[in-house]
């Protein structure tokens, strides 16, 4: 273990990571690490980008390169959430993403920043970066939200390249779902090193959030949704409140997992809320996920939902509702940590 894990290790389980501490260097990118204790983490006063599962270190040093040169932190978050769209490997975040139940890709994004900037698109064809379309949506319409044929023609329109989503490995899984066409969402499969490709009800989301040194907050999220769905289900995550929250002086949150357990209680919103009303990002994270079982009891058994919260002071929050859900922080130095969140049931 290098001493930059060893550190996190040891300071996650006395209850509090210093993210601009200066023994935090060289980018880093170790091993998932179990939070353990108390998984409280403190930003500092350096710019923090965190985001969902672990293909988001990847996505996280994009954003972070893309603030180092200068960028915006909707620069940054774009620039991150584009890491996955374009992976042929990740099977529901843009490229390659499985299909719905009748075959076609499609793609749901949102991208906002603390000053009411807001754009998102759903149920979006034929376009990889999902989040560049969302971010156009923000910046070159009078509109928050376009879905389906609407956000296509625009994307296609704004002169994004137009091409199939669907790859073959993608065919091929969604063919062998059809002999069965059984519509069962599998917990933690954004896990690459659990994932069975093309063998399971993939999911992925990658949920981002970013601050500046300054304290000002941005966000993005983008996904294929679950795998299998109904032609024209949208989840939570391009539905502001839901998949993705922020608001300026309080922070922002973030969540993957089964979005319709998400958009039933607008999660992300009621995170920043209870962090508006004074709760840490890590208590705001565990007070939705029980809200959430306590709501549905018996039947968000077996079902991971997972939220990221940060604040603008670069404080993080983490909570899931079954073991598994990963996530991926950046400090001030460039430094990149996977840990695990903690989470209310054990299995
Ligand atoms: N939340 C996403 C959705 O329901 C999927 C995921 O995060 O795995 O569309």
Redesign the pocket.
Known sequence: MNTRRSLLAALGGLGAINLAAPFARAASRPGTRDQGGSPRIRGGSGAVVLS?WDFGAAANDAAFAKMRAGGSLLDAVEAGAMVPEADPNNH?VGYSGYPDRDGHVTL?AVIMDDAGGVGAVAALEDTVHAISVARRVMERTPHTLLVGEGATRFARDQGFPQQSLLTPESQKAWREWLKTSKYQ?EAN??NRSTRTPGGALD???I?LLARSADGRMAGACT????AF?MRG?????PQVGS?LYVEAGVGGAT??????E??RVAGSARVVASMRAGATPQQACEEVVRHIATLRGAAIRGV?VGFLALDTNGNVGAYCLLPGFTYAVTDASGATSVLKARSLFKA
Request: proline residues 3%; negative net charge; without cysteine.
């Open positions: 969902t529901s749901d969402p499969s954004e999911h992925d989301t949920g996904t294929s949704g679950m769905k289900r949208v989840g939570d995550s998949g969540s993957t997992g089964l979005g319709e998400v958009t991971q």
